[in-house]
Each structure stands twice: as C-alpha cells, then as structure tokens.
C-alpha cells in the first residue's frame, strides 16, 4: 500500500514528472502554432508503429505484431499496455497517424498522455536507488531533475516509452537483488525484459550479486519465461517476421545515424521509396523523414556490436563475482557497460544513449557536486548533439569523448575520502 509518507519521500519524483507533463502538452499542441505559426500537433513518429501493432493484440492477431509496417522491433511488453486503449480508440473510430501522418489525429489526446504517463516509471526508480544508496536529500532533488531532462526527449520527441519502464523495472530489480529479495527481483527482470531485451546486459551483474548457483539458475528462469510464452505465439505464426524483427533488428543507416563501425554491419535488405508519409517530426525540430524516406536506403543488422557489448557485460560480471564490489562501484559498472554498447552501436539513434546516460548520472550523484555537474553536463551535451546530423565521424568522435568524460567523472571515489566529503552518500 502506498502511504502518505512514500507519497512525500517520493514528492520530488512527482514534482519532476508533473513538470514533464505539463511541458510535454505545451510542446505537442502549442508549440507549432506559436512558435511556427503553422498547424499540427507535433506527435513523434515511432510511438504510432507501436500503437498500431498493439492494435493487432486488440483485433486478437498477437501472431502479426511484428508485421514489417510497423517497424516494431523489442518485446511485446508495451502493446498489452497499449491494446486496451486501442481497442477503445478503435471502437471509437478516431484517426491515427499510421500509416499516413496526419496534423490532428483524434486518437492523439488519448494516445499522447498514456504514453507519457508509462513513461515516468524510471523517475521513481532512480530516487528510490539513489535513497538506497544513501545519497542526501537535497543532491536526490538535484539528480531528479537532472533525469527528468534526460528523459524527456524519449518519451517527448521519440515516443519510446517501453524503453524507460524497463530501465526503471530493471532498476527497481537491483535494488532488489541488493536487499536480497531474490524472487522479487527475479520477477522485476522479468517484467523490464517484457519491455526491452536491452536488459540483458543487466543480467551477467545481477547473476553475479546472487549468492549461489541453484539460485541464479532459478532467477533466470524467472526472468525469461514470461517473455518467452509471450514471444512463442508470434515466432510459431509468423516465423520470418518475427525472427528478422527480434534477430536481426533491421536499422535504417540514411534515417538514423551511421557511425564509423558501419562496416561491421552486414546489409540484410533495403527498403523502398515510399510516398506513404507527408511528414514527421524527427529530433527537436527536424522534419527530414520523408526526404530520407523518398530515396529509400540500406537496411543493416547491428549484431556484431552488441554481441561485443554483451560480451563486455559478461567479462564484467565474472569481475563482479570475483571481487564482490560495493554497490555505487557495481551501479558504475552498469553504466559502463551501457556506454561501450553505445560506442559499438553502426548506426544510433539519438534515444539509444538514454539508458546509460541515466546511470552514469545517478553514479555521480555519489561524488562531488563539482562532478555530478561536470557528468551531466556531458550527458546533456551528449543528448543535444545526438540530435543533429553531421559525418560520421564528426557525430561519432564527440559523442564517444562525452561517453568516456562522463564515466570518468561518475567513477566511483575511494571510500575513505567520500566518508570525509560526505558520510552519507558512501554506502558500501
């Protein structure tokens, strides 16, 4: 039960995400007609792929979810959140804008402020271990500030709202492991794995932190299965669908953002022109799809840069095994390896950096005031420049020089000078 003390032990998270919001409903109905003087609502492109597959739930075709038009390519978690607000919008006959854009969609005014609203699970989350990790009250307002900017260009300007609740679930889950509430932890993987398979990389850290092998065995059986019953019915009716959206992971290099390592993804495809789409708004203020969209371009497969993350990950579990870290050094070590799957990612996108860039702020919340400012100032560098569009290298290079600043800065500080700078906010 939620009290009225958790309500005001969790005020600021509230606060923060009101401000969101508030914000967010500025942003998407006033902000052309006052700032562009033109009409339209500015909805973000990605979130309507997503809602018409949960649409596919709603019609009782789970086996067509990862049908190509949708260009939905994580786990299914977010369309049963979805697939009952479709269903009502359906029976309601409001316009969406799938697959044409449309300037007023009347499902928006539904869709918009559920989909914001998911969204902010991870506010409360990076509190709750920022309070378990001892951090003072007043650097926890500081920090949920801090990542309610970072994450409102992901639900705002990129509508991935199934990217934040499985940080936020996956968060929730190590503190759980942490107070060693194995089964509740087991079960707050699952549910963050339900959303996104990025997770994964979580898995060789937490399965390092339980105490035995019998129960690590168990934890990943908790963890995997529901996404696996969920996946088995579109995998056995659309095999080819649904392997080359979860296997392949088909990414757009003249849509997104090559980065040098291009190379070392294979071409698995191209996609036609297409005249389907007026436009839509992607970054803060780009309207540059449909041109991308006009002349077509390759499809790649980014697997070998994230099986070398999730190589990464593992080489960093067994360290955590081995040495048994203390808890700010293992939440570091999650972001790091966040920040090398970043790196190694051929073709990014600007909201692909958020999950890292959330926990290597929460990190530097433990040091210094001077390098909290300092991480985020390179996280939000890292967030606007992402944003723009130059060469391949000139993206790349600065972005992967703010990745490695901020991880040197958020790195966790010897345990005796914090108990001499701040005794509260080192907590082994």
Same mark, same amino acid.
């Given at each position: 039960m939620i009290t009225g003390s958790r309500l005001r032990n969790r005020r600021w998270p509230l606060i923060t995400s009101a401000v969101l919001v508030i914000s967010w409903l500025a942003y998407s109905f006033l902000w052309n007609p006052v700032v562009h003087h033109k009409t339209g609502?500015?909805?973000?492109?990605?979130?309507?792929?997503?809602?018409?597959?949960?649409?596919?739930i709603g019609w009782g075709d789970v086996g067509d979810i990862y049908t190509r038009g949708t260009g939905f390519i994580t786990f299914p978690g977010?369309?049963?959140?979805?697939?009952?607000?479709?269903?009502?919008?359906?029976?309601?006959?409001?316009?969406?804008?799938?697959?044409?854009?449309m300037a007023h969609p009347s499902a928006w005014p539904i869709l918009g402020p559920v989909s914001i609203l998911i969204g902010l699970l991870p506010l409360f989350a990076f509190d709750a271990l920022a309070e378990h990790l001892g951090v003072t009250h007043r650097v926890r307002i500081v920090l949920c500030w801090c990542q309610m900017i970072l994450l409102w260009p992901v639900l705002v300007i990129w509508g991935h709202p199934e990217d934040a609740i499985a940080i936020g679930f996956a968060v929730y889950g190590l503190i759980a492991a942490w107070k060693k509430q194995w089964v509740k932890g087991g079960w707050l993987f699952a549910a963050a794995l339900l959303f996104q398979p990025l997770v994964v990389l979580f898995f060789p850290i937490v399965l390092a932190i339980y105490p035995d092998a019998r129960r690590r065995i168990r934890w990943v059986?908790?963890?995997?299965?529901?996404?696996?019953?969920?996946?088995?019915?579109?995998?056995?009716?659309?095999?080819?669908?649904?392997t080359y959206a979860l296997v392949k992971q088909p990414t757009f290099p003249s849509v997104n953002h090559p980065t040098p390592l291009l190379f070392l993804a294979p071409v698995i495809?191209?996609?036609?022109?297409?005249?389907?789409?007026?436009?839509?708004?992607?970054?803060?203020?780009?309207?540059?799809?449909?041109?991308?969209?006009m002349t077509g371009g390759n499809i790649v497969a980014p697997g070998l840069g994230r099986l070398?993350? !999730?190589?990464?990950?593992?080489?960093?579990?067994? $360290? +955590? =095994?081995?040495?048994?870290?203390?808890?700010? #050094?293992? /939440?570091? %070590?999650?972001?790091?390896v966040l920040g090398v799957w970043c790196v190694l990612e051929p073709?990014?996108?600007?909201?692909?950096?958020?999950p890292f860039l959330a926990l290597v702020v929460l990190s530097a919340g433990l040091n210094s005031p001077g390098r909290?400012?300092?991480?985020?100032?390179?996280?939000?560098?890292?967030? !606007?420049?992402?944003?723009?569009?130059?060469?391949? $290298? +000139? =993206?790349?290079?600065?972005?992967?020089?703010? #990745?490695? /600043?901020? %991880?040197?800065?958020?790195?966790?500080?010897?345990?005796?000078?914090?108990?001499?700078?701040?005794?509260?906010?080192?907590?082994l």
């Amino acid at each position: 039960m939620i009290t009225g003390s958790r309500l005001r032990n969790r005020r600021w998270p509230l606060i923060t995400s009101a401000v969101l919001v508030i914000s967010w409903l500025a942003y998407s109905f006033l902000w052309n007609p006052v700032v562009h003087h033109k009409t339209g609502w500015v909805q973000p492109a990605d979130i309507w792929g997503t809602y018409r597959a949960a649409h596919y739930i709603g019609w009782g075709d789970v086996g067509d979810i990862y049908t190509r038009g949708t260009g939905f390519i994580t786990f299914p978690g977010v369309l049963l959140v979805l697939a009952p607000l479709a269903i009502l919008t359906d029976h309601l006959g409001l316009s969406e804008s799938y697959p044409r854009a449309m300037a007023h969609p009347s499902a928006w005014p539904i869709l918009g402020p559920v989909s914001i609203l998911i969204g902010l699970l991870p506010l409360f989350a990076f509190d709750a271990l920022a309070e378990h990790l001892g951090v003072t009250h007043r650097v926890r307002i500081v920090l949920c500030w801090c990542q309610m900017i970072l994450l409102w260009p992901v639900l705002v300007i990129w509508g991935h709202p199934e990217d934040a609740i499985a940080i936020g679930f996956a968060v929730y889950g190590l503190i759980a492991a942490w107070k060693k509430q194995w089964v509740k932890g087991g079960w707050l993987f699952a549910a963050a794995l339900l959303f996104q398979p990025l997770v994964v990389l979580f898995f060789p850290i937490v399965l390092a932190i339980y105490p035995d092998a019998r129960r690590r065995i168990r934890w990943v059986v908790q963890a995997v299965l529901p996404s696996a019953v969920l996946l088995a019915i579109p995998i056995i009716g659309s095999w080819n669908e649904t392997t080359y959206a979860l296997v392949k992971q088909p990414t757009f290099p003249s849509v997104n953002h090559p980065t040098p390592l291009l190379f070392l993804a294979p071409v698995i495809g191209r996609f036609r022109p297409s005249t389907g789409v007026a436009y839509v708004h992607v970054g803060t203020l780009h309207e540059f799809l449909s041109g991308t969209l006009m002349t077509g371009g390759n499809i790649v497969a980014p697997g070998l840069g994230r099986l070398a993350a !999730l190589a990464v990950a593992v080489l960093v579990g067994l $360290w +955590v =095994w081995s040495r048994r870290p203390s808890e700010n #050094v293992t /939440l570091w %070590l999650c972001a790091l390896v966040l920040g090398v799957w970043c790196v190694l990612e051929p073709v990014m996108t600007p909201y692909y950096a958020w999950p890292f860039l959330a926990l290597v702020v929460l990190s530097a919340g433990l040091n210094s005031p001077g390098r909290l400012a300092v991480t985020f100032g390179a996280a939000l560098f890292i967030t !606007l420049w992402t944003e723009h569009f130059f060469r391949p $290298w +000139v =993206w790349w290079g600065p972005t992967v020089l703010a #990745v490695g /600043l901020a %991880l040197y800065c958020a790195r966790p500080v010897p345990v005796s000078k914090a108990q001499e700078t701040r005794p509260e906010a080192a907590r082994l």
